[in-house]
């Protein structure tokens, strides 16, 4: 198992370098000739008007704030599926009782129109 | 072991014992083994884009009633690599205001996170990269990743369209990201194993495309999501944001998203066929290991075949008809869909695996028709209400024109 993790880290660094080596072999063979126009922020050929980190409508957050529920029992289920095969029907229905907790959390954003998209 | 069958397995056994006659210690031996063989299949697989830019293309060409590339080598073959040598040479433009750190390192990890998700998928019976005992999990992880790069460039880029196709990404990444867990529930269960070379080996006697249609079709979808491509392709729609996120990059820093998303695409592909697919399961894969993976590319390349089909066919979502199918459709329907499985399975447990598969099959399509039922009348219900809409604003449109008299 060890060996396997390993491996992974191996396989990790290898994956970075492998498109950070290629960047810099053409920034070696690309011509560089920066100019200030050529630089500045792309808008559709008109100068930037404000800052560009502008705020987000809420709408993002709200979606992330679901998805972050969702995500969190999802870890939870996952050992619940592993056992699966090895449980006894109460405990299928447990987890099955969970899930219904959740469908009706889920109902409540629903009705509360968070997943509205306006 | 025969050389003829397992080409790849008998070249690695070989490399190893190679090193090992060298007179290093076991220690390096292993350790510059899997740096070779971490290697080998990370540049093999970035070589690999340059043919899918021409398949795809090809394809994509003829789909449009158009030849597709055909001037550079045979049917046009070299001209990724044509392209690849021009985009070599092209200057790198770093905006004004970047935020050099995070504009940098983007690029760099989005190719990442893609070539990360090799490590772990099982290529034939002898050639795993790692068999994690938490592989999927792993999958899911590392595919998630991807999404960082991406708010990393739009956040770094210093740009206005940069940002809002980051944000609108993110939202649909992680949105998508939700079906994408439950759906892969089922295989899990129906394994009892999250590591993938267990998962493939579960599939025996049945794919789980066969015991889990709706599974499949959810994961499908959702995957197609998380890689960004047409229908899903808001994320970088041309006519809307120009590019979206990776609207200030240029060279080769443009090229490696263009790389991540091929790969990310395929890589995908492979992901479906190994773990609803059956991956190396085939006829004679077990004695014969090159057959296996020639199955699984076979099997790979039909799901990639139907990816660039949905592209060359679906026009894009709106915003907020993306969100709906994922959250009115697809959430509910995995949800409802896992618990279905689980007391189906718990039922039946006892009877043999024919009536198993069989009664889990009837579950799944009898979801997947009231989903397209309910679908349907949904569907109705809202063309009833724009009627009205329209009605009402015919109305107000007369009543206005006679009030001003003209």
Same mark, same amino acid.
């Given at each position: ?118 | ?29 292993? $350790?510059? #083994? !899997? *740096?070779?063989?971490?290697? %080998? ?5 970035? &070589?690999?884009? /340059?043919? =899918? ?115 609108? $990404?993110? #939202? !649909? *990444?992680?949105?998508?990201? %939700? ?5 892969? &529930?089922?295989? /899990?269960? =129906? ?216």
């Amino acid at each position: 198992m060890l060996g396997n993790w390993l491996y992974i880290g191996i396989f990790a660094l290898v994956a970075l370098m492998m498109p950070a080596i290629t960047i810099l072999i053409a920034g070696i063979l690309a011509p560089q000739r920066p100019d200030p126009i050529k630089n500045s922020t792309y808008e559709c050929g008109v100068e930037t008007v404000g800052p560009n980190w502008t705020q987000i409508k809420i709408q993002y957050y709200v979606f992330a704030l679901v998805f972050l529920i969702f995500d969190v029992e999802a870890i939870l289920l996952f050992p619940w599926a592993l056992a699966y095969q090895f449980l006894p029907l109460y405990a299928i229905l447990e987890g099955v009782l969970f899930l219904l907790i959740l469908v009706a959390g889920f109902l409540y954003i629903w009705r509360k129109g968070a997943l509205e998209w306006f | 072991m025969d050389f003829l069958r397992d080409p790849i397995g008998f070249v690695i056994q070989w490399y190893v014992f190679w090193l090992g006659g060298l007179g290093l210690p076991a220690v390096w031996v292993e $350790l510059i #083994a !899997q *740096l070779t063989g971490a290697l %080998v299949l990370a540049t093999g697989a970035m &070589l690999f884009v /340059v043919f =899918l830019i021409w398949y795809e293309r090809k394809l994509i060409g003829r789909i449009q009633d158009r030849f597709g590339p055909n001037r550079v080598g045979p049917w046009g073959i070299f001209q990724p690599v044509a392209d690849m040598l021009k985009i070599f040479t092209k200057e790198y433009i770093t905006p004004i205001g970047a935020d050099k750190i995070t504009y940098n390192l983007a690029p760099i990890l989005a190719v990442a996170a893609v070539l990360l998700l090799w490590s772990v998928l099982p290529l034939s019976v002898t050639v795993v990269g790692a068999d994690l005992n938490v592989g999927l999990l792993f999958l899911i992880a590392v595919g998630g990743l991807g999404e960082m790069s991406y708010i990393l460039a739009g956040w770094g880029s210093n740009n206005k369209y940069a940002l809002l196709g980051a944000f609108r $990404l993110v #939202a !649909q *990444l992680i949105s998508y990201e %939700v079906p994408l867990v439950l759906s892969a &529930l089922v295989p /899990v269960m =129906l394994a009892g194993t999250l590591s993938v070379t267990g998962i493939v080996q579960a599939q025996e006697d049945v794919w789980f495309i066969v015991a889990a249609p709706a599974a499949a079709l959810i994961f499908f979808i959702a995957s197609l999501a998380e890689i960004g491509r047409s229908p899903f392709d808001l994320i970088e729609a041309e006519s809307e944001l120009v590019a979206g996120y990776n609207i200030e990059y240029s060279g080769l820093k443009f090229g490696m998203f263009f790389v991540a998303e091929f790969l990310h695409a395929f890589t995908v592909s492979l992901i479906f066929a190994t773990v609803f697919l059956g991956g190396w399961r085939g006829p004679g894969a077990e004695q014969i290991p090159i057959l296996g993976f020639v199955y699984l590319m076979l099997k790979t390349f039909v799901v990639y075949f139907v990816t660039i089909l949905f592209r060359g066919t679906l026009p894009r979502f709106r915003i907020d008809q993306m969100m709906n199918l994922n959250w009115k459709v697809l959430t509910p329907l995995s949800l409802a869909l896992i618990m279905a499985m689980a007391v189906v399975g718990g039922l039946t447990r006892g009877l043999p695996l024919f009536w198993q598969v069989l009664a889990y099959l009837l579950v799944n399509l009898l979801l997947l028709a009231v989903t397209d039922q309910l679908m349907r009348i949904n569907q109705r219900k809202r063309a009833r209400f724009n009627l009205a809409m329209e009605m009402g604003r015919g109305i107000l449109t007369t009543s206005t024109k006679h009030g001003t008299g003209e």
